[in-house]
């Protein structure tokens, strides 16, 4: 985003804050159960926009964001099964560096019977910043993505999800085409009335146009949800990911290269009125590579508004 655009994303800020008190007032007497919807605005500082080393030559840039966001789910009951369909869109503007804007949509149907549910969502988020380019690379990515979840008893749950997704590059970058399967099982089982833990595994392979770019991918990781007060929702996670570009061709950068990365994150929401709130979230990443130049540290912090009706 250009500079000259800074007043008007402080403008829309704070219209945005003054249209969710005033829609907390006006919806203090709604009450429909069969349907949910969320909208925000929020703003993050990333002290390392490209995720990459910093030294005296190519120092990591930082960059201001600014989301606004919008989803709702409806439900419907059919009987023995009960269908819901969700959705939704978010448009980032990011202040320091030029043509980063990005938006997102998601669309989506869900269904349950017994203690087992299953859902499809379809994705499309164009313009997503491609983390390791030093200089600032950006994709489309779209996909869809499958999830199974049984529950055995009260707060256990055990999910397993697919995601299929397409990474498509510029004209200039189409050796960095590629696609992602992906696959993540989650266990659930709460601590008691108020917290929760999840326990996660994840393996993922890009299969690029360009052998140099595809790698394979195995993750794990832990996440806590507590709810220490009466509108009061924290959620805390640790998550690691080794990544091996297997197919890389002897006298390339890639040949022979294995990340590691940590990331750690905690998040904080609060109702504040009836229908609207506060978040705040913390966000640590770590990158440890065999190459070099791909070595960072990265630290993000967001602030956010909501309204829920």
């Known amino acids: 985003m250009n500079g000259d655009r800074k007043p008007g994303v402080r403008a829309a800020i704070c219209c945005g804050l003054a249209w969710i008190a005033l829609a907390d007032t006006a919806l203090a007497d709604s009450d429909d159960g069969s349907w949910q919807a969320e909208v925000g605005v929020g703003v993050t500082h990333h002290d390392n926009f490209f995720f990459r080393r910093e030294s005296a030559t ?4 930082s960059a201001t964001l600014t989301r606004a966001y ?5 439900e419907f009951d059919a009987g023995r099964q009960d269908w819901s369909l969700f ?3 978010a448009a980032t503007f990011v202040s320091g560096v030029n043509d ?4 997102e949509f998601r669309l989506g149907a869900r269904t349950s019977w017994g ?3 299953a859902s499809i969502e379809l994705t499309y988020l164009p313009n997503l910043l491609y983390s390791e380019e030093a200089v ?4 489309d990515r779209s996909g869809v993505a499958l999830e199974v979840r049984h529950a055995f008893r009260d707060g256990v749950w055990l999910a ?3 995601e299929q997704t397409r990474w498509e590059f510029d004209q200039l970058e189409q050796g960095r085409d590629a696609d992602v399967p992906e696959v993540t099982a989650t266990f659930r089982f709460p601590l008691g009335s108020n917290a929760a833990l999840r326990l996660f595994g994840n393996w993922a392979e890009k299969d690029a146009r360009a052998p140099e770019n595809s790698w394979n991918s195995i993750g794990y990781g832990i996440a806590a949800e507590l709810a220490p007060a009466e509108r009061w929702n924290l959620f805390a996670r640790v998550r690691v990911r080794d990544r091996e570009y297997r197919d890389a061709p002897i006298g390339d950068n890639n040949f022979g290269r294995d990340d590691k ?5 905690i998040n904080a929401r609060v109702r504040i009125g009836e229908h609207w709130g506060l978040s705040g979230q913390i966000e640590y990443r770590n990158g440890d590579s065999t190459r070099p130049d791909r070595n960072y540290d990265a630290t993000m912090l967001s602030l956010s508004a909501f309204l829920t009706f």
């Open 136 to 139: 600032g690379t950006f994709y």
């Open 87 to 89: 959705g939704s869109a």
């Open 115 to 117: 203690d087992t549910r």
């Open 261 to 265: 990365t940590v990331d750690g994150l």
């Open 100 to 103: 980063a804007d990005s938006q």
């Open 160 to 162: 397993v999800e697919f």
């Open 70 to 74: 919008a989803s709702g789910e409806r």
């Open 58 to 61: 190519t120092p990591a840039p």
